[in-house]
């Protein structure tokens, strides 16, 4: 629960499986599957978690689908950071509709949008091809 960090998060679920490995924990195993996966869920909606009772598959998750959809999430926000600097060096203070429409785009949107507002002469133009 206290885990900043997915890496964090990974780390503990690997513990969970080694210590909880015996068959007289399979009660205990099941129910933390179902509660880490609902809270890695909760945490990214987009990873597309599957509800499951088993923990060796919610750390299975992590290489091919939490750790990737967090680092994608990642970038995307360091995108969307800078494109919102350049928008705001260029044209001024941006409307917290722009900010918002910036900061729920997905990474390519970003990308077509930070160049296109290389060369646009006014924000509208930025965003007028979508």
């Not at 679920?13 to 009660?27: D, I, S």
């Not at 609902?38 to 987009?46: F, G, I, N, T």
């Not at 918002?100 to 002469?121: M, N």
Request: charged share 30%; hydrophobic share 50%.
């Amino acid at each position: 629960e206290a885990a900043s960090e997915l890496e964090e998060f990974q780390a503990v679920t690997k513990q969970l499986v080694a210590w909880l490995a015996g068959e007289e924990q399979e009660r205990l195993r099941r129910a933390f599957a179902v509660w880490l996966s609902r809270r890695l869920r909760h945490r990214l909606p987009e990873a597309n978690i599957p509800e499951t009772e088993d923990l060796a598959e919610v750390h299975g998750m992590f290489p091919d689908n939490i750790i990737a959809t967090a680092e994608k999430r990642g970038e995307a926000r360091g995108e969307a950071a800078a494109l919102a600097r350049l928008l705001t060096h260029r044209f001024g203070e941006l409307a917290p509709d722009i900010q918002a429409r910036i900061e729920a785009a997905e990474l390519t949107e970003i990308i077509a949008w930070f160049e296109r507002a290389l060369d646009a002469s006014d924000l509208e133009a930025v965003f007028r091809a979508d």
